[in-house]
């Protein structure tokens, strides 16, 4: 039972490029969860999902989108990296209010 | 609008020191406090409070809830270096907001031996 994967675990890109972060999650969750954290920060909750097909903002989503077409997979894009989006980046799901779960995080360097 | 906060920021103490990590919410339709540990990767899932007033405990963890104050309080007992960690707090939302976790800053804690 794998629970969160999230893919790739480290990234480097250059200002302006693009790229999509996976979360797979196979515990049967109907929601799904994308949150940065930044040094002395908490988790800041970017997009969510609250089942296949529909996504959601939440507190910092500008420069990201979310697609869940299928309900165990979650992803975020960016379309064009800015270095202030150089953070580690966390998915997680729960089922309803219940089973949170994290991913291990996928760290991202803008330069 | 929502938001936890948490105190204090960051804490140095001793092997065998005992300490409180507060935290206060603000959370629309509160349903749950969620305590977390971070040790450089994933948060790890500590407690779950629903209820005022009712100690969870797991050996020299325990925490309580009081929703008319709206805090909660994580003590740990005889602390070891391996609790040298970040703990978070968060607020479960409800309502349109179900499953929304609010987090706060958490609290850096340092345990020298």
């Known amino acids: 039972n794998a629970g969160v994967t999230q893919t790739p675990k480290f990234r480097v890109l250059k200002t302006g490029q693009s790229m999509t972060l996976l979360c797979a999650q196979d515990m049967n969750h109907e929601y799904m969860y994308w949150y940065r954290q930044d040094p002395g920060m908490g988790l800041r909750l970017i997009h969510y999902?609250?089942?296949?097909?529909?996504?959601a903002k939440g507190e910092v989503p500008d420069g990201y989108n979310v697609s869940r077409l299928k309900k165990q997979n979650f992803l975020l894009g960016l379309e064009s990296a800015a270095p202030s989006q150089t953070s580690v980046y966390f998915c997680?799901?729960?089922?309803?209010?219940?089973?949170?779960?994290f991913g291990s995080g996928t760290r991202l360097t803008v330069v | 609008e929502d938001k936890v906060v948490q105190s204090p920021l960051s804490l140095v103490v001793h092997e065998g020191d005992t300490v409180t990590l507060n935290c206060s919410y603000e959370v629309t339709n509160f349903r749950s406090l969620l305590w977390y540990k971070q040790e450089k990767k994933a948060p790890t899932f500590l407690f779950m409070l629903?209820?005022?007033?009712i100690e969870k405990k797991s050996g020299r963890l325990s925490s309580i809830l009081d929703k008319k104050e709206l805090f909660s309080i994580l003590n740990i007992t005889a602390t070891q270096t391996g609790d040298s960690a970040v703990y978070l707090c968060a607020g479960l939302g409800g309502g349109s907001t179900l499953g929304r976790l609010y987090f706060g800053r958490g609290t850096q804690l340092t345990v020298w031996p």
């Open positions: 999902s609250v089942g296949e097909g529909t996504t």
């Open positions: 629903t209820s005022s007033g």
């Open positions: 997680a799901s729960s089922y309803y209010q219940y089973g949170y779960t």
